[in-house]
T-cell receptor
Framework: GQNIDQPTEMTATEGAIVQINCTYQTSGFNGLFWYQQHAGEAPTFLSYNVLDGLEEKGRFSSFLSRSKGYSYLLLKELQMKDSASYLCAVRFSGGYQKVTFGTGTKLQVIP | GAVVSQHPSRVICKSGTSVKIECRSLDFQATTMFWYRQFPKKSLMLMATSNEGSKATYEQGVEKDKFLINHASLTLSTLTVTSAHPEDSSFYIC?????????????FGPGTRLTVL
C-alpha cells in the first residue's frame, strides 16, 4: 500500500508557529508535495521535496527525511488566512507523474 | 503562468443525463492531465491520468465507460460523466503538468461541483 498519514485537524493561534506532519511508506518514493486547499477551492502548490532536508519559502518551510518516510510543513507567523486544509501528496515510482494524496490536515487559526 | 481552467464551475443535472466537464491549460501545453474527485471533508482521489493523443489510464475501481476522458489537444481534456446518478455528485478537479514547466508540479483547475438530482 501507499498509506499517507496526516493529523485530521489542528488549531493554532495567530502569530504562532505550527508544524503539520506527514508519514508515508518509503517503498518507491519519488518526491513529496504540500498543497494548500481552502474550502470549496482547488489545491494550490506550496512546496516540493525530493532530497532530505529543509526547503524554506517565506513563511512556509517543508522538511523531508526519506529514510524515515517523514515530512513536515512548518508555517510561521500564522495569519487568519492560513486557515485551510493542507494536503501531503507523494509521488511513487511507476510512471505518469501521478501522486497519491493524504487525507489532509484542516488547520484552524484562531485570534 | 501555469493557469488551468475548468468549465462549468457548477452544474446541476437530472439523474440519467450526461455531463461534460472541460479542463484547459491556458498558458502552457499540458503533456499530462489528471482527473480527481473529492467528497466533502475528504482528500483527492485520482480517477484517471490522461495523455494527449492516447487513451486515459484509469485507477482501480473507476469505470472507464462511465467516466469518459478525452485529451484531444495539448490544452484540453474533457471528462464526461455518463448516465449520472446521485452518487456521482462530487467535486471534480483536474490538474495538468508540463514537461516545459517542470513535470514535477501539478497545477490544479478551480474544480467543478456536480450535483445530480
Amino acid at each position: 500500500g501507499q498509506n499517507i498519514d496526516q493529523p485530521t485537524e489542528m488549531t493554532a493561534t495567530e502569530g504562532a508557529i505550527v508544524q503539520i506532519n506527514c508519514t508515508y511508506q518509503t517503498s518507491g518514493f519519488n518526491g513529496l508535495f504540500w498543497y494548500q486547499q481552502h474550502a470549496g477551492e482547488a489545491p494550490t502548490f506550496l512546496s516540493y521535496n525530493v532530497l532530505d532536508g529543509l526547503e524554506e519559502k517565506g513563511r512556509f518551510s517543508s522538511f523531508l527525511s526519506r529514510s524515515k518516510g517523514y515530512s513536515y510543513l512548518l508555517l510561521k507567523e500564522l495569519q487568519m488566512k492560513d486557515s485551510a486544509s493542507y494536503l501531503c501528496a507523494v509521488r511513487f515510482s511507476g510512471g505518469y507523474q501521478k501522486v497519491t494524496f493524504g487525507t489532509g490536515t484542516k488547520l484552524q487559526v484562531i485570534p | 503562468g501555469a493557469v488551468v481552467s475548468q468549465h462549468p464551475s457548477r452544474v446541476i443535472c437530472k439523474s440519467g443525463t450526461s455531463v461534460k466537464i472541460e479542463c484547459r491549460s491556458l498558458d502552457f501545453q499540458a503533456t499530462t492531465m489528471f482527473w480527481y474527485r473529492q467528497f466533502p471533508k475528504k482528500s483527492l482521489m485520482l480517477m484517471a491520468t490522461s495523455n494527449e493523443g492516447s487513451k486515459a489510464t484509469y485507477e482501480q475501481g473507476v469505470e472507464k465507460d462511465k467516466f469518459l476522458i478525452n485529451h484531444a489537444s495539448l490544452t484540453l481534456s474533457t471528462l464526461t460523466v455518463t448516465s449520472a446518478h446521485p452518487e456521482d455528485s462530487s467535486f471534480y478537479i483536474c490538474s495538468a503538468t508540463s514537461a516545459v514547466k517542470g513535470a514535477d508540479t501539478q497545477y490544479f483547475g478551480p474544480g467543478t461541483r456536480l450535483t445530480v438530482l
